[in-house]
């Protein structure tokens, strides 16, 4: 998404401040803010910013707009965003107290990063850690795998009004999959394609590959996906290996780690490998140096190659949509202003009890209906 019109802008914060009335905290909130910062990114941290004091904005790096960037540096403190701090307790530690020593703060977090350091952070903080919101299904499982939460933890992760932008993600990455994959003069049809996970994005992906012509296979490790993929006319594996093997196109969509070092051996010659999320969550690409020599094969396509087998991965294994903005239009404004939601639900006085949370059903109808009166493109 380029920059916003300036009529959107003001259709978006209006929207914002209509969703988020009902939640005036009723303590001094601060937040931490790790985001995709996209292009329309900057009206989302003007909202943030009316219920809570913005400690820091920590940009994902594959995602970030420079006229986004531009228009929030010397506004809001902005800093680099390194897993390895937040997976060390004490350096995690040591940075919450930089930027937010002795106050009630919330974390909004993208992919579990806080989540190895939490309960470090709950007992060690010298201010007060209100709780933290989730955006992301791998988000979501780092934090459900630590057991007993010392927190509270709303996740939007498998809310309703992700759907719309789980479904438009979908859309972008085979349209930018497909983009670079034209860049060096082939084409998707031809090439039967494998999906690897079926969750939301993965259904998504499988069902535009299909609208393009192109044959897939659809693997998943739970065997309940597999039937739905199966009843919704696409092929199944039952084995990660039968699944790659003579696929032209791979496209990976668990928000785990879905190729290892052994698999890559696995792939068709000249196949391309593309990934819906970080290369360090989907692809053990690092495992193959000194296997394969790489070298570049086109606008952000690289060539792994040794002797009798080569193949090509996408964005350096990244999420392949964001070369092209990663645009889902409006309705990425729902999945914002649940956060938001969730963030005035975290700074009401009453708080929340230690454990995974959700909105209600009740909240997100009222939030879904207040987008289309803006949003539906009827009036």
Same mark, same amino acid.
């Not at 292009?39 to 941290?45: G, S």
């Not at 955006?135 to 630590?146: I, K, M, V």
């Not at 994959?181 to 590959?209: E, F, H, N, T």
């Given at each position: 998404m380029t920059a916003l019109e300036d009529f959107e802008i003001s259709r978006a914060e209006a929207f914002f401040r209509k969703a988020t009335a009902r939640h005036r905290p009723t303590v001094?909130?601060?937040?931490?803010?790790?985001?995709?910062?996209?292009?329309?990114?900057?009206? +989302?941290?003007? $909202?943030?910013? *009316?219920?809570?004091?913005?400690?820091?904005?920590?940009?994902?790096?594959?995602?970030?707009?420079?006229g986004a960037l531009r228009e929030i540096t010397g506004r809001v403190p902005v800093d680099e965003l390194d897993r390895s701090v937040f997976a060390?307790?004490? !350096?995690? =530690?040591?940075? =919450?107290?930089?930027?937010?020593?002795?106050?009630?703060?919330?974390?909004?977090?993208?992919?579990?990063? %806080?989540?190895?350091?939490l309960a470090h952070l709950c007992a060690r903080f010298?201010? *007060?850690?209100?709780?933290?919101?989730?955006?992301?299904e791998n988000g979501h499982q780092r934090y459900a795998a630590l057991g007993k939460l010392p927190c509270p933890v709303f996740s939007v992760a498998r809310s309703p009004?992700?759907?719309?932008?789980?479904?438009l993600v979908g859309q972008s990455v085979t349209f930018s999959a497909e983009a670079?994959? !034209?860049? @060096? /003069?082939?084409?998707?049809? /031809? *090439?039967?394609?494998?999906?690897?996970?079926?969750?939301?994005?993965? @259904?998504?992906i499988a069902a535009m590959l299909h609208s393009r012509h192109v044959r897939v296979t659809v693997y998943d490790s739970d065997p309940v996906r597999r039937t739905q993929a199966l009843s919704?006319?696409?092929?199944?594996?039952?084995? &990660? $290996?039968?699944?790659?093997?003579?696929?032209?196109?791979?496209?990976c969509a668990t928000g785990n780690l879905a190729l290892k070092e052994d698999d890559f051996a696995r792939v068709t010659n000249g196949a391309y490998i593309a990934s819906v999320t970080s290369s360090d969550d989907e692809l053990e690409l690092e495992a193959l140096n000194g296997l394969y020599e790489r070298a570049p094969?086109?606008?952000?396509?690289?060539?792994?190659?040794?002797?009798?087998? +080569?193949?090509?991965?996408?964005?350096?294994?990244?999420?392949?949509? %964001?070369?092209? /903005?990663?645009?889902?239009?409006? %309705?990425?404004? &729902?999945?914002?202003?649940?956060?938001?939601?969730a963030l005035g639900a975290l700074a009401a006085s009453d708080g929340h009890e230690p454990g995974l949370h959700e909105l209600d059903a009740t909240e997100r109808g009222l939030i879904a209906s207040t987008w289309l009166r803006y949003f539906d493109g009827t009036s």
């Amino acid at each position: 998404m380029t920059a916003l019109e300036d009529f959107e802008i003001s259709r978006a914060e209006a929207f914002f401040r209509k969703a988020t009335a009902r939640h005036r905290p009723t303590v001094a909130l601060s937040a931490l803010v790790i985001t995709h910062l996209l292009a329309e990114r900057p009206t +989302y941290l003007r $909202a943030v910013g *009316r219920l809570a004091e913005i400690a820091a904005v920590l940009p994902k790096p594959k995602s970030i707009n420079p006229g986004a960037l531009r228009e929030i540096t010397g506004r809001v403190p902005v800093d680099e965003l390194d897993r390895s701090v937040f997976a060390d307790p004490d !350096r995690a =530690l040591d940075y =919450l107290e930089s930027r937010a020593a002795g106050r009630t703060l919330v974390l909004l977090d993208v992919g579990g990063y %806080f989540a190895p350091s939490l309960a470090h952070l709950c007992a060690r903080f010298s201010g *007060r850690l209100a709780g933290v919101v989730e955006d992301t299904e791998n988000g979501h499982q780092r934090y459900a795998a630590l057991g007993k939460l010392p927190c509270p933890v709303f996740s939007v992760a498998r809310s309703p009004l992700k759907d719309p932008e789980d479904y438009l993600v979908g859309q972008s990455v085979t349209f930018s999959a497909e983009a670079l994959i !034209r860049s @060096r /003069g082939d084409i998707l049809q /031809g *090439r039967p394609a494998a999906v690897i996970g079926y969750g939301k994005l993965g @259904r998504s992906i499988a069902a535009m590959l299909h609208s393009r012509h192109v044959r897939v296979t659809v693997y998943d490790s739970d065997p309940v996906r597999r039937t739905q993929a199966l009843s919704q006319g696409f092929r199944t594996a039952s084995t &990660l $290996a039968q699944a790659i093997a003579g696929a032209g196109v791979i496209v990976c969509a668990t928000g785990n780690l879905a190729l290892k070092e052994d698999d890559f051996a696995r792939v068709t010659n000249g196949a391309y490998i593309a990934s819906v999320t970080s290369s360090d969550d989907e692809l053990e690409l690092e495992a193959l140096n000194g296997l394969y020599e790489r070298a570049p094969s086109g606008p952000h396509v690289t060539r792994y190659a040794r002797t009798g087998h +080569y193949f090509y991965v996408l964005a350096d294994g990244n999420a392949v949509n %964001f070369l092209h /903005g990663a645009s889902v239009g409006a %309705f990425i404004f &729902l999945v914002q202003a649940e956060i938001l939601a969730a963030l005035g639900a975290l700074a009401a006085s009453d708080g929340h009890e230690p454990g995974l949370h959700e909105l209600d059903a009740t909240e997100r109808g009222l939030i879904a209906s207040t987008w289309l009166r803006y949003f539906d493109g009827t009036s």
